[in-house]
């Protein structure tokens, strides 16, 4: 997908908990198709079936 996020390197163990530092790993993942989709409608639809394929 077009809006991949680094995942840093950090040395402490508390910015592991950061929300962000949790999510990216798992928005990385998610297809294009979900992430570039018109309307957030549509995102949500997508990620559903997306999802219910795991």
């Known amino acids: 997908n077009g809006f991949k ?3 840093g390197r950090f ?17 990385s993942r998610i ?3 979900v992430t570039e989709a018109p309307s957030l409608e549509v995102s949500k639809v997508r990620l559903d079936g997306t999802l219910s394929k795991l």
């Open 11 to 27: 040395r402490l163990d508390i910015r592991m908990m950061v929300f962000m530092m949790r999510v990216v790993r798992h928005w």
């Open 5 to 7: 996020v680094k995942e």
């Open 31 to 33: 297809p294009g198709e």
